[in-house]
C-alpha cells in the first residue's frame, strides 16, 4: 500500500517569519516537488490575498501530475475563491478545515458542538459540489474530545470529504497519544472506509516527526509535511526525514511503499535555502553538511571496515555524491557539463557555456574546484528573464581602512551600455551597494546580508545573501565568488534585477513552466 505525502511547503511552511516566496519562487518550488514525487501540493491559501490566490493558480497551470490543493476556511466564500484559483488544475482538490476541539469552540468560534457539526455538513456538501477531490481537516484534533472527534470525521464523510486530517496543531501530542488517537478514529468511525486518513504534526515540542510516524504505524495513508521542515512557530514534520524512515525501517512499516523519489531529496532541500536565503543546518538529519560526515576516529575506521557500522542510510540514495570529482583550471566544457548532469542539472547550451565561463575565471583563483562549488556556482547564477534587461558586473575598485570612510567605484553593463558610480559607505560592502543604488535609479534597503564560505578549505568560494526591499516587496539575492566583496557586489545585483523584473509577467504556466521542468531531474 502507498503512503502518500502532501507537500504543503508552500502553504504552512511559507507562513514561517523570513521564508516568504514570490509567486515566480513558488512555481519553481512546486515543480521541483512534482520532481520528487509527491502525490499533493498545497500551494497556497487563496482567501488569504490576491497574491496567494494568484499563486495557487499559477501552481495549478504548472503542475501535471500531483494534486494541487487550495486551504479554505469552512465558508462559501473561501471554497468559491479555492475553486476559482483551481481551475486550471489537472487533478484540484479543495482543503476544508474547521476546529474541533472545546477550547477553539469556546474561546475563537463561539460556537457550539452542534453548529460545529453544522458548519461541517454545509461546508464540506457545499465545496463537494465545487470539487470532486475534497480534504476536510479538524484543527486541533489532539486536543479534542475523541468522541465529538469521531462524530465530526463521520460527518465530513458523509457530506463528501474524501481524506480526512488529523493534525496535532499545536504540537502538544506525544507519539503515544497521538498514535492511539488516530487508531481510535479510523476503528469507531462507521464510513472510516470511505477516505483516506491523514496526519499533519507541528514541532512545538519537537515530536512532529515522531508523531506522524506514529499515526502511519495508526493507519494514516496521507503524510502532510513540508521540505526540511519549515513551517510557522516551530516547524512541521520533515518530509525527508519521514519518508527515509518509512523507506530505511520498512521492518517497522510492513507493506508500506513511497512514491518520493529519495535521489532528488538534497536537491530539493537545496533548491528551498536558495529561494528563502536560509542555510540548511550542518546537523540536520538527512539533508545537513554533517549528516553523513564522520570525524570520530572510531567511527571513521567502521565506515572505512563497512559502512553499515555507522551508516543506515547510503549518501546517494538521497542525493548526495559520496565520491567527488575534483575540476580545476585545466577541466575543459565537456568535463564540466558531464559534472553538472551528475549532480543533476539538465541546462541549455547558452547557460552551460555562461556558467563555465564563470567557472574558468574562478578556477584561475582557486586550485581545486568541489561539488558544492558548482552547486554554489549554478544556484547563484540564475538566468535573468531578460537578459538584456539585467544588470551585471564590470568592474569594482575599493579603498577601504580602519581609519578611512570606505569607498566604491563600481562599473555596471546592462546589454550594450555601461554605467559608473562612485560612493562612500561604513565598509567596502555598503559603498559598494550604495554605488549599485546609484546606477539603477531605484532605492532599496539593505534589510539582511549574510557571508559564509561554501567548503573549508583557505581558497574557499564566498557565498554571499542579501536581502533588499524597495517599500513594495522583498528581493533575494545570491552571489558567489573567491573574493567575498565581488560575491557580495554579484548577490546585490542578483535583488537588484528581482526586484527590476518583478514587474514583468509572472512565469509558471504554459512555455515558462515547460521550461522550468526541463531544468529539473
Not at 526525514?241 to 532541500?269: H, N, W, Y
Not at 550604495?434 to 539603477?440: D, M
Amino acid at each position: 500500500m502507498k503512503l502518500q505525502f502532501l507537500d504543503t511547503t508552500l502553504r504552512d511552511g511559507e507562513q514561517a517569519p523570513g521564508y516568504s516566496m514570490n509567486l515566480d519562487e513558488k512555481v519553481r518550488m512546486a515543480l521541483q516537488l512534482e520532481a520528487l514525487g509527491v502525490d499533493a501540493v498545497e500551494s497556497g491559501f487563496p482567501a488569504a490575498s490576491r497574491l496567494d490566490s494568484d499563486c495557487v493558480r499559477a501552481v495549478a497551470a504548472a503542475l501535471r501530475t500531483p494534486a494541487v490543493v487550495g486551504l479554505c476556511r469552512a465558508r462559501d466564500a473561501d471554497i468559491d475563491r479555492a475553486a476559482e484559483a483551481l481551475a486550471a488544475a489537472k487533478r484540484p482538490r479543495i482543503h476544508v478545515f474547521l476546529a474541533t476541539s472545546e477550547l477553539h469552540l469556546r474561546e475563537k468560534l463561539h460556537i457550539s458542538r452542534d453548529e460545529c457539526l453544522e458548519a461541517i455538513r454545509h461546508a464540506v456538501t457545499y465545496a463537494r459540489n465545487r470539487c470532486g477531490d475534497i480534504e476536510f481537516s479538524a484543527e486541533d484534533a489532539s486536543r479534542s474530545d475523541p468522541d465529538f472527534l469521531c462524530r465530526a470525521v463521520e460527518t465530513a464523510i458523509a457530506a463528501g470529504a474524501t481524506t480526512i486530517n488529523l493534525p496535532d496543531t499545536v504540537g502538544y501530542a506525544t507519539p503515544t497519544e497521538f498514535g492511539a488517537m488516530v487508531a481510535d478514529v479510523i476503528r469507531r468511525v462507521p464510513n472510516a472506509g470511505k477516505a483516506v486518513f491523514s496526519v499533519h504534526c507541528h514541532d512545538d515540542l519537537g515530536m512532529a516527526v515522531a508523531n506522524t510516524l506514529a499515526g502511519i504505524a495508526a493507519g494514516a495513508r496521507q503524510a502532510e509535511c513540508t521540505i526540511c521542515g519549515i513551517g510557522e512557530r516551530a516547524g512541521n514534520a520533515a518530509l525527508e526525514e519521514v519518508a527515509m524512515a518509512v523507506a530505511t525501517r520498512r521492518d517497522a512499516f510492513p507493506g508500506l511503499s513511497i512514491g518520493i523519489v529519495t535521489q532528488r531529496i538534497a536537491k530539493t532541500a537545496r533548491i528551498l535555502a536558495e529561494i528563502t536565503g536560509h542555510r540548511i543546518p550542518p546537523d540536520k538529519a538527512i539533508v545537513g553538511r554533517n549528516a553523513f560526515a564522520h570525524e570520530s576516529g572510531i567511527h571513521q575506521h567502521g565506515v572505512i571496515s563497512n559502512a553499515l557500522t555507522y551508516q543506515i542510510m547510503r549518501p546517494e540514495d538521497v542525493g548526495i555524491n559520496d565520491e567527488e570529482i575534483v575540476l580545476g583550471r585545466h577541466s575543459g566544457r565537456h568535463a564540466f557539463e558531464e559534472r553538472l548532469t551528475e549532480l543533476g542539472y539538465s541546462l541549455d547550451p547558452d547557460r552551460v557555456g555562461q556558467l563555465f565561463e564563470r567557472f574558468k575565471g574562478i578556477a584561475e583563483r582557486k586550485k581545486e574546484i568541489r561539488d558544492r562549488d558548482i552547486v554554489a556556482l549554478v544556484e547563484a547564477s540564475e538566468t535573468p528573464r531578460n537578459q538584456a534587461e539585467a544588470w551585471r558586473l564590470a568592474s569594482f575598485v575599493v579603498n577601504s581602512g580602519n581609519a578611512m570612510v570606505s569607498t566604491a567605484c563600481v562599473t555596471l553593463r546592462k546589454g550594450r551600455r555601461t554605467a559608473r558610480e562612485v560612493a562612500m559607505g561604513t565598509g567596502p560592502v555598503y559603498a559598494c551597494v550604495r554605488a549599485v543604488e546609484k546606477i539603477v535609479k531605484h532605492p532599496f534597503v539593505l534589510e539582511d546580508y549574510q557571508l559564509s564560505a561554501v567548503t573549508e578549505r583557505r581558497d574557499a568560494l564566498g557565498e554571499a545573501r542579501v536581502l533588499i526591499s524597495d517599500g513594495t516587496g522583498t528581493y533575494r539575492g545570491r552571489g558567489v565568488s573567491t573574493d567575498v566583496i565581488e560575491a557580495s557586489i554579484l548577490a546585490c545585483l542578483a535583488g537588484v534585477n528581482a526586484m527590476l523584473g518583478s514587474a514583468q509577467s509572472a512565469l509558471g504556466t504554459g512555455a515558462a513552466a515547460d521550461a522550468q521542468r526541463s531544468a529539473i531531474k
